[in-house]
């Protein structure tokens, strides 16, 4: 799936990634591969992508929200200060 997670400074990842672990506002989830469409918010904790390579990236963030749809994950968050 595509993955692009983005702040209102910069883009932190764009690529490909077969899992995405993101701390919802309710409990951590996972978002895998042809995932149903989904919206949901983000709270302060940190984004796991895990890519096709199988490298995981750690990103930190303070809260967020996440859109799944066509298999292409959009996350908008904010980072720490």
Do not use: C
Request: charged residues 20%.
């Amino acid at each position: 799936m595509q993955v692009e997670i983005i702040t209102p400074d910069t883009v932190l990842f764009s690529g490909e990634a077969k899992l995405v672990q993101l701390p919802g506002t309710d409990g951590s989830f996972e978002i895998l591969n042809q995932h149903a469409p989904i919206i949901a918010t983000l709270g302060k904790g940190k984004i796991k992508v895990v890519n096709n390579s199988g490298e995981t990236s750690l990103i930190e963030i303070v809260s967020g929200v996440v859109e799944m749809s066509d298999n292409k994950a959009n996350i908008l968050a904010e980072q720490p200060k």
